[in-house]
């Protein structure tokens, strides 16, 4: 199976979910979408993982997008797993509700799909010796292509204010005509494309400003639409 990289169109495929049966691409729509993998249920990093994506849920939506989890358990697992999630979140943070969807994925055909498995840690497999699932990380755009992607070990959490910062990059890239520096957050000064000429930015973004030949700093679009 060819590798998954920026650019792929995100296989489709069908899956039950805490939320009820699913088929990927009519699940996204017109969203982007985060698809995010954990190595099992009733472990304790996933525990704070999935706690920290339902408190910051709204987040997403304002964006337009759309989260799902994956961990390689049943869905009785599942459900049984968000009960402690909601405690965990309750005790840490205020109330906390998980409302998204998990794909129950025992067999790892999803991830197996999306080459989430875990090829370093061989203590990371189940009773039978098969390997769990890595902490992947995929940003879907609303055509279904493939924006990002991230590996994290199972020892160590994912940062999704991170996640939620490169949205923020590919959406006011997609509409701008604009990259994003080194450490940029939402509102800081952005980078005009290098396709756009000098003409052409006098226009798209008065007072830009040329620090070298080929980098031109503008006020960061998005926040003044």
């Keep these: 199976m060819p590798a ?12 039950e979910t805490t939320q009820g049966p699913i088929k990927f691409h009519d699940w996204i729509g017109s969203s982007w ?6 190595p099992a ?3 304790p990093v996933c525990t704070t993982e ?3 994506v339902a408190r910051k849920k709204p987040e997403f939506e304002k964006r337009g997008v759309k989260v799902i989890g994956l961990s390689a358990n049943a869905l009785d697992s599942h ?5 402690d999630i909601d405690d965990f979140g309750t005790k840490t943070s205020g109330s906390t509700h998980v409302d998204f969807p998990i794909i129950a994925d025992p067999e790892r055909k999803v991830a197996t799909l999306y080459d989430m498995l ?8 189940d009773s039978k010796g098969i390997p769990f699932t890595v902490r992947t990380v995929f940003v879907i755009d609303p055509k279904k292509i493939i924006r990002l992607t991230l590996s994290y070990p199972a020892q160590t959490g994912r940062d999704f204010d991170e996640i939620l910062r490169v949205i923020d990059s590919l959406q006011a890239g997609d509409k701008y005509r604009i990259t994003t520096p080194v450490n940029w957050h939402k509102g800081d000064d952005v980078i005009v494309h290098p396709g756009v000429s000098n003409e052409e930015a006098k226009t798209l973004f008065p007072g830009f400003k040329t620090v070298l030949p080929y980098l031109r700093l503008t006020e960061d679009p998005s926040v003044k639409a």
């Design 79 to 83: 459900d049984k797993w968000i009960k």
């Design 41 to 43: 249920d009733f472990t």
């Design 50 to 52: 999935l706690g920290e």
């Design 33 to 38: 979408a985060v698809l995010f993998s954990h």
């Design 118 to 125: 875990d090829a370093v840690d061989p203590t990371n497999v």
């Design 4 to 15: 998954l990289r920026l650019g792929s169109i995100a296989p489709d495929f069908e899956a």
